[in-house]
């Protein structure tokens, strides 16, 4: 067993959090700047800005698709091999590798062919406009080219901070980022490809990440390594694999379906304008919670870790910490965007009225922030302890059954202001949904009878 492992159950847990989470919430904010980065630049195009960052805006529901695949794999397997390795059972975790890596190359193929050909009538379904609908189509087309690397990138990276290689992880992430800050104002200026420009830049980014990513996996300084013979089709590892992703997968892929019933719904009751604003507060609600993300992301292995050998005293210590954490970070920088939309909403538009209207609806759609760090903390902690159940309801609960169909009601009596509406609404009930269940449930799964179960 290698000291980075070793450690994972032997260190002191505060100091651990911070080793493992620091890089993981550096990647993690890196990472967001792929998306964020983009509509900067695209949101200052002259004379076309605003048009085209609403069209990138209605396609985005895309890109998350594509990466809720790569989570399926990544988010639900790496748990697992963490269990595993707790255990020392490095052999097994390598075949849950493996056999991830065979999923992410599958879902490749199965999303390239989807989207190529339904991606211009999606786009219209996605909010998209006569007005909106190049834009949209220009930056879908060139990016789903790049998604083996997405998937390779996002899904085998969990795997890497699994075996205690936060900062090994992070360089993933950062080559990629750093490469798409270089290359956004090349591709789009410099050249004038415009939005074209933009997805260019992005997917040669991904293919650094990847490339950084599968090298080390595939390299002796890796504890788990990708092996040609472990990739060949286990069942009863995929079906739990995809029994633990599917939480995640829900997660991000029903982002995308809000997305959808968002912007749809602020184009037939507002207009482009409106679902500009979208566009900008999705991109403000996407800083608050990624180094939220990474965060748990670091500690999660931790967690696993520990469940997996036994020591459930640091178990409680590490999500006790976590959620903690979650929740005062998440209501400290909510409030600091509530007070300051404006600010916000200059980094991606020059456009008054656009800037004017984030100024009225942002603290309103966001204020259900300031208590959603609870759940922030809460569902990962369910997911490293392999409850896939829990975490599976939890984020369904929020999305499919609260802010949909409010999202579809509230407009009607309150016009396109019932759109924003529903986030805040959704975001309170469930995250003191998800802090019932946790309170109630807890003290049964640390124990080694739930233990036994999973194993």
């Known amino acids: ?179 798409n800050i270089v290359l956004d104002p090349v591709f789009i200026f410099l050249f004038g490809l415009d939005v074209k420009g933009a997805a260019i830049a992005t997917v040669i980014s991904q293919a650094l990440s990847a490339v950084w990513t599968v090298g080390f996996l595939v390299s002796k300084k890796s504890t788990l390594t990708i092996k040609i013979k472990a990739m060949k089709p286990d069942f009863s590892i995929i079906g739990k694999v995809m029994a633990l992703g599917v939480s995640p997968f829900i997660m991000r892929a029903t982002e995308s379906l809000i997305s959808v019933v968002l912007n749809s719904g602020l184009q037939r009751y507002g207009g482009d304008l409106y679902v500009g604003s979208f566009t900008i507060m999705q991109s403000v609600m996407q800083m608050l919670t990624a180094p939220l993300g990474g965060f748990t992301q670091g500690v999660q292995p931790i967690i696993s870790y520990n469940f997996g050998a036994g020591n459930f005293e640091r178990v409680k210590k590490a999500y006790r910490s976590m959620i903690g954490i979650c929740f005062a970070v998440s209501a400290a920088a909510t409030l600091l965007v509530m007070i300051f939309p404006g600010f916000f909403a200059g980094m991606f538009t020059k456009d008054a009225q656009l800037i004017a209207l984030v100024e009225q609806v942002m603290p309103l759609f966001l204020c259900g922030m300031l208590i959603f760090g609870l759940q922030q903390g809460i569902q990962p902690t369910f997911l490293a302890l392999g409850q896939a159940k829990i975490s599976l309801f939890i984020a369904v609960f929020r999305k499919i059954i609260l802010l949909v169909p409010l999202a579809l009601i509230l407009p009607r009596g309150f016009g396109v202001m019932g759109i924003y509406y529903a986030e805040p609404v959704s975001d309170i009930i469930s995250a003191l949904t998800a802090t019932v269940l946790f309170a109630v449930s807890i003290r049964k799964i640390v124990s080694k009878e739930t233990l036994g179960k999973i194993t």
């Open 1 to 179: 067993m290698t000291d980075k492992e070793t450690r994972l159950g032997t260190e002191k847990i505060g100091k651990l959090m911070l080793a493992m989470a620091i890089p993981s919430v550096i990647a993690q904010m890196i990472n967001i700047l792929y998306s964020i980065v983009d509509r900067i630049y695209i949101g200052h195009i002259k004379g076309i800005g605003t048009e085209a960052l609403t069209g990138v805006g209605v396609a985005f529901p895309i890109v998350i698709l594509v990466s809720a695949f790569s989570a399926f794999a990544g988010a639900g397997g790496a748990p697992l091999a963490s269990i595993w390795l707790g255990k020392g059972e490095r052999e097994k975790a390598e075949k849950i590798l493996g056999n991830c890596v065979s999923l992410l190359l599958f879902f490749t193929v199965i999303l390239m062919a989807f989207f190529y050909a339904f991606q211009r009538p999606l786009l219209y379904w996605f909010g998209a406009s006569d007005a909106t609908i190049s834009y949209a189509s220009e930056y879908v087309m060139i990016y789903l080219a790049g998604t083996v690397f997405v998937q390779l990138s996002l899904g085998l990276n969990t795997f890497i901070i699994s075996q205690g290689q936060s900062r090994i992880a992070m360089m993933s992430v950062l080559i990629g980022a750093i490469a």
